[in-house]
């Protein structure tokens, strides 16, 4: 181990695991339209955490889940964009491997008073 690894730790996903009846979903999408990218984007960021520019990790329980798909599939063109789910279990998602850093964090709320 480095002296930058002692003085910038790696942070692990606050999250965790997923539950007992929660999946790790991974939500991937590739729109063609900007308007209906920045919807597609939004919907996504309401329900998990971004971890690439059009990758989600959102952890749900199947009814989150299919109401999420759901919306997605309100706002895409299926003839000219694609969306793909891919739906971990609790077993697999602890098997998970990452490396490397997040290209995008998840979003800070700030409060002034």
Not at 61 to 68: N, P, V, Y
Request: hydrophobic letters at 40%; a negative charge; charged letters at 25%.
């Amino acid at each position: 181990m480095s002296w930058f690894d002692d003085a910038f730790p790696r942070v692990p996903y606050e999250r965790g695991q997923p539950g007992a009846k929660e999946m790790l979903i991974l939500i991937g999408y590739d729109i063609a339209s900007p308007k209906r990218l920045q919807k597609v984007a939004k919907t996504c960021e309401d329900f998990g955490l971004r971890v690439q520019y059009s990758f989600f990790e959102c952890h749900l329980e199947q009814d989150g889940f299919d109401h999420l798909w759901n919306r997605l599939l309100d706002l895409i063109d299926p003839d000219c964009d694609r969306l793909v789910a891919y739906r971990i279990d609790a077993t697999s998602a602890k098997r998970t491997l990452t490396a490397g850093t997040m290209v995008c964090a998840e979003k800070v709320v700030c409060y002034l008073v």
